[in-house]
Every structure is written in structure tokens, then in C-alpha cells.
């Protein structure tokens, strides 16, 4: 099947720096939106940022101007640089995909990853 991958996370200062991966697997012909999403405890998940095939983003007002997020077609990889952490994005970040082109499987919907742990404290 497709499976989606995160790593990156990790415990960091507030105002430092991290970057997370996250790797589609399987025989894909392409994904049309590839996005963040985070959930801390006692919160529902909500979305970090979103990209399209295109390069076409949005991103959360929470986020912006903090946060990049990239892919890299050829790759099926997404990438989140975050910039400036608080201690508010402390979370674990999952990796979506949505109508996914599949050889085997034909187009999927809504697949997501296992989640990373991004810890923000000092």
C-alpha cells in the first residue's frame, strides 16, 4: 500500500529551528495536496499549512511567516521548515495526502502518516 513517513521531530528551544520529512511510498503516479497537520494534548487536530502539485500554499494564521511549507515532486516528499518556535507548537505533527495516484490502488483519499513529536521548551 502507500504509506507516508514523518521524521524530523525532535525537542528544541524556543526560537530554534526544525525541519520535517515526510516520504510517500509505493507505486504513485502523483499526489494533488500534501499537507501538515498538528494535535497537542487535549486539543482536536487542526491544519498547519497545505500545498498543492502546483506549489500553491496556505497556511495557518498561527504559523504564518514562521513556517515554509515545500515538496518535491519527483520525490512524493513534503517538507515543513519551522522558524521562531514556541512553545505553543508543541504537538505531534502528522503528514496528509489527498487523492493520491496509485497504480495498484487507484486514486486514494485523505491518507495520513504516523505522526512525529515536535517538543518546544527550554
Known amino acids: 500500500q502507500v504509506q507516508l513517513v514523518e521524521s524530523g521531530g525532535a525537542l528544541v528551544q524556543p526560537g530554534g529551528s526544525l525541519r520535517l520529512s515526510c516520504a510517500a511510498s509505493g507505486s504513485i503516479f502523483s499526489i494533488n495536496l500534501m499537507a501538515w497537520y498538528r494535535q497537542a494534548p487535549g486539543k482536536r487536530r487542526e491544519l498547519v499549512a497545505a500545498?498543492?502539485?502546483?506549489?500553491?500554499?496556505n497556511y495557518a494564521d498561527s504559523v504564518k511567516g514562521r513556517f515554509t511549507i515545500s515538496r518535491d515532486n519527483a520525490k512524493n516528499t513534503v517538507y515543513l521548515q519551522m522558524n521562531s518556535l514556541k512553545p505553543e507548537d508543541t504537538a505531534v505533527y502528522y503528514c496528509n495526502a489527498d487523492q493520491v495516484l496509485s497504480r495498484d490502488y487507484g486514486i486514494l483519499y485523505d491518507c495520513w502518516g504516523q505522526g512525529t513529536q515536535v517538543t518546544v521548551s527550554s
Open positions: 500545498i498543492t502539485r502546483g506549489g500553491t500554499t
